[in-house]
């Protein structure tokens, strides 16, 4: 896109601030994990707590894994696993996934996540609700495997996948990758 997401503006402020507030009424603590040196926009006001990635470049699942730990020092037990171009999150979408694991957990304690999943297979981890200690402790064992890739962590975790289909917003999983994808979002939000 020649430009960080975080930084693009949606709604008249930064997307990432736009993550973050409807975060903030899901979510008693949000933590953004950045790379190290990444200047973010201004977050004040909102309950956001930033740890930085623990190698440059590693990729999302170090920034996990960076985000997993801040929250398990923190007492959190269940999480939203989400990025910062999720443009058309919504509330009702987070509660829904929140919703999902703990019905999951009910049926079999050994689930700790709850992720959409397209009809193609194509998988959304983050667009997820994780339980947060298992889930740390399974993408640490991933990466001391050397495994980058969040996508397979996925594949080789306790998951209850949930038809994209059936979400209540089938709008968060939209991407926002190219130019032609923003401005689909960015039409969307403004027939809202």
């Known amino acids: 896109m020649g430009t960080d997401k975080a930084w693009l503006e949606f709604h008249g402020r930064p997307l990432l601030e736009q993550v973050v ?36 470049n590693g990729g999302p699942l170090v920034g996990v894994v960076a985000g997993l730990e801040r929250l398990a020092a923190r007492g959190v037990e269940l999480a939203y ?37 397209e009809p193609d297979g194509r998988l959304h981890p983050l667009a997820a609700a994780v339980a947060v200690g298992q889930m740390l402790g399974h993408a640490k064992a991933e990466l001391a495997r050397g495994q980058l890739r969040l996508q397979r ?11 994209a ?3 209540p917003d089938p709008n968060a999983l939209l991407p926002c990758n190219t130019p032609a994808q923003w401005q689909a979002l960015e039409r969307l939000a403004a027939a809202r």
Do not use: K, N, T
């Open 165 to 167: 289909a059936a979400l």
């Open 81 to 117: 696993l989400g990025s910062c171009d999720a443009a058309a999150l919504s509330a009702r979408h987070v509660a829904f996934m929140f919703a999902q694991l703990q019905a999951a957990q009910r049926r079999d304690p050994q689930v700790y996540a709850a992720a959409p999943r």
């Open 153 to 163: 962590v996925f594949h080789a975790a306790q998951v209850e996948w949930v038809d």
């Open 21 to 56: 507030c409807v975060l903030g009424g899901c979510c008693d603590l949000i933590v953004v994990a950045a790379r190290p040196g990444q200047q973010l926009p201004s977050l004040v006001g909102y309950p956001v707590e930033r740890v930085d990635d623990s190698v440059q």
